[in-house]
Structure formats: structure tokens, C-alpha cells
């Protein structure tokens, strides 16, 4: 079974410095990985996706993250940050193998807060 | 093109009443996903239709949810009786089938169980 971690619950951030938000997953199968966002009063919005190839993808809003396979790692990174970037985030996890692929297993989310 | 649409948006109710939520996929996509999403923790799968059958309902408590997808369109979620550790938000995803990757979110119903 596959589980995921994110390690902070809270990220506050001043705006226009870097963020990463840190994900870490389990799973004896290949996976594919996932960003989402979640704005205040509003469903998931996909941010990027991992599904094979290059391990670094990028996403909308100028957000990019990098999978580490052998750290089993998939970290959330901005640049520079807005205050509409002001939202909670969650890290997810499938398994390619799995007969409905539509288990989508969430880590608990980290809310990030920028404040000018 | 149409998102997934939901309803209620929100809904208050006293414990061991029961609810019904409401929800219209994205035109053409033969699966849909209701997850449950309990404040402070992310949404977690309570059953997955593919068409009008049940694909994975493992985490669906069954002694009073309960879910249906008639004609293989819009779904039904129910909770009766509702407890207090109901209180969540339910949300509905669909996609085109085995394509996880294009998994489009509702806004959500959040329900309030007092």
C-alpha cells in the first residue's frame, strides 16, 4: 500500500522569496505523483504531475517540482512566491499497476501562507 | 467544457439525520470518484464507479453510506444516520477511464453534522 508525508503543516513565507513544500512517499510499485491546490472554498486544482521521464516538471502558476526516486521524494518549489499562491496544498500518490488506477492516496496538506 | 458540477454547496444537519449529495461528472467521463475530506487531513476515496458499477467501495462505511450511479451519469451519496464525525467535505471527481492523470474536482458539499 502506498502512503504519503508532508512534512510541514504550515509554511509561512514572505512574498517573492522561494518555497518548497516537501512530499514523501512509500510504495513497493511505480507510481505516478501528483500536486494539487486548494484554494480557500474551492475543489483540487491538478498543479503538475509526474508520470514518467524527466524528473523535473514543471507546472502552472510558476511552480516546478523534482522526483526522487531513490529518496522517494517529489518536493514542491517556487522561485518567488505572490500572495495569491496564499492556499493549502497536498502531495499525492497512485499506483500505475492497480487495476482502477483511481486510488489517488493524499498526504494531510501543507497550508502556505504569504504575507507581504 | 463543463466542470464537475455539485450539490448542495453546503448542508447543516443534527446527528442521526440523513443527507444526500448530488453530483454531475464532466460530459463523456465513465469514471467518477467520491472522496471525503475531513478538516485537517487530505481527501480520502470512499468509492469509485466506473460506468454504473462499483470499481473499489473498500473504504466506504456501508452500515450508513451509501452510493449509486444510475445510468452510469450523475451520482448520489447518502449518509443515514449522519454522526458527528461525518461532518467533512465530500468531494466528486470524474475522468475519462484509467486516466488518472486527468482527474477533474467539484467544489465540493461541505456538511456540518451537529
Known amino acids: 500500500a502506498q502512503s504519503v508525508t508532508q512534512l510541514d503543516s504550515q509554511v509561512p513565507v514572505f512574498e517573492e522569496a522561494p518555497v518548497e513544500l516537501r512530499c514523501n512517499y512509500s510504495s513497493s510499485v511505480s507510481v505516478y505523483l501528483f500536486w494539487y491546490v486548494q484554494y480557500p472554498n474551492q475543489g483540487l486544482q491538478l498543479l503538475l504531475k509526474y508520470l514518467s521521464g524527466s524528473t523535473l516538471v514543471k507546472g502552472i502558476n510558476g511552480f516546478e517540482a523534482e522526483f526522487n526516486k531513490s529518496q522517494t521524494s517529489f518536493h514542491l518549489r517556487k522561485p518567488s512566491v505572490h500572495i495569491s499562491d496564499t492556499a493549502e496544498y497536498f502531495c499525492?500518490?497512485?499506483?500505475?499497476?492497480?487495476?482502477?488506477?483511481?486510488?489517488?492516496?493524499f498526504g494531510k496538506g501543507t497550508k502556505l501562507s504569504v504575507k507581504p | 467544457e463543463a466542470g464537475v458540477a455539485q450539490s448542495p454547496r453546503y448542508k447543516i444537519i443534527e446527528k442521526r439525520q440523513s443527507v444526500a449529495f448530488w453530483c454531475n461528472p464532466i460530459s463523456g467521463h465513465a469514471t467518477l470518484y467520491w472522496y471525503q475530506q475531513i478538516l485537517g487531513q487530505g481527501p480520502k476515496l470512499l468509492i469509485q464507479?466506473?460506468?454504473?458499477?462499483?470499481?473499489?467501495d473498500s473504504q466506504l462505511p456501508k452500515d450508513r453510506f451509501s452510493a449509486e450511479r444510475l445510468k452510469g451519469v450523475d451520482s448520489t451519496l447518502k449518509i443515514q444516520p449522519a454522526k458527528l464525525e461525518d461532518s467533512a467535505v465530500y468531494l466528486c471527481?470524474?475522468?475519462?477511464?484509467?486516466?488518472?492523470?486527468?482527474?477533474?474536482f467539484g467544489s465540493g458539499t461541505q456538511l456540518s453534522v451537529l
Open positions: 464507479f466506473q460506468n454504473n458499477g462499483v470499481v473499489d
Open positions: 471527481a470524474s475522468s475519462l477511464p484509467s486516466r488518472i492523470e486527468k482527474l477533474f
Open positions: 499525492a500518490v497512485s499506483d500505475i499497476y492497480g487495476g482502477s488506477q483511481g486510488n489517488l492516496i
